[in-house]
T-cell receptor, first 113, second 114 residues
Framework: SQQGEEDPQALSIQEGENATMNCSYKTSINNLQWYRQNSGRGLVHLILIRSNEREKHSGRLRVTLDTSKKSSSLLITASRAADTASYFC?????????????FGKGTHLIIQP | GAGVSQSPSNKVTEKGKDVELRCDPISGHTALYWYRQSLGQGLEFLIYFQGNSAPDKSGLPSDRFSAERTGGSVSTLTIQRTQQEDSAVYLCASNSGGAAGELFFGEGSRLTVL
């Protein structure tokens, strides 16, 4: 079953604007990760936030985590056409490594030049 | 190699045939994962190896699916008697610390069953 669920499913914005994607999950986690996938490619890790962290930054990326609401958000500031991709949140399962990371269905982000 | 390598990158097969998909993880990574991604969907966990052993095979969709890993390195995912619903991209990932850490993904093997 899907642990993480992203919304919106698709997002189209103008270059230069900020893009915000949300992720909700159902069970307790140790950490939450965000990945990016360009069309026809594998996934690339963007950022990991631990359950005891509330906010984390990496370049133009800002991730927040609210464990009380079981939700996370990914903000991409000053978007560029090259940011066009699908973005997935992933959580570690209650079984630890044995059941891998659980991914949502992703948000497809389109940056209009 | 520098990254996770998967082969073939594309495979077209006829219904009922067997296929083998290969994953060569990053050297030294003890954990290896297989995921399946259907068109426009998220990733479905299939199986996880720690070293050569697979603690949990319950993610495999049916008994037509099997996977092995030898020498703590290369892994093969085998699908027997392929069905059209097996068409998907099969992604392999590895890391050194289990699911608590970042996964490094290959480019995937796109399987099309006619």
């Amino acid at each position: 079953s899907q642990q993480g669920e992203e919304d919106p499913q698709a997002l189209s914005i103008q270059e230069g604007e900020n893009a915000t994607m949300n992720c909700s999950y159902k069970t307790s986690i140790n950490n939450l990760q965000w990945y990016r996938q360009n069309s026809g490619r594998g996934l690339v890790h963007l950022i990991l936030i631990r359950s005891n962290e509330r906010e984390k930054h990496s370049g133009r990326l800002r991730v927040t985590l609210d464990t009380s609401k079981k939700s996370s958000s990914l903000l991409i500031t000053a978007s560029r056409a090259a940011d066009t991709a699908s973005y997935f949140c992933a959580t570690d399962g209650s079984g630890g490594g044995a059941d891998g990371l659980t991914f949502g269905k992703g948000t497809h982000l389109i940056i209009q030049p | 190699g520098a990254g996770v390598s998967q082969s073939p990158s594309n495979k077209v097969t006829e219904k009922g045939k067997d296929v083998e998909l290969r994953c060569d993880p990053i050297s030294g990574h003890t954990a290896l994962y297989w995921y399946r991604q259907s068109l426009g969907q998220g990733l479905e966990f299939l199986i996880y190896f720690q070293g050569n052993s697979a603690p949990d095979k319950s993610g495999l969709p049916s008994d037509r699916f099997s996977a092995e890993r030898t020498g703590g390195s290369v892994s093969t995912l085998t699908i027997q008697r392929t069905q059209q619903e097996d068409s998907a991209v099969y992604l392999c990932a590895s890391n050194s610390g289990g699911a608590a850490g970042e996964l490094f993904f290959g480019e995937g093997s796109r399987l099309t069953v006619l």
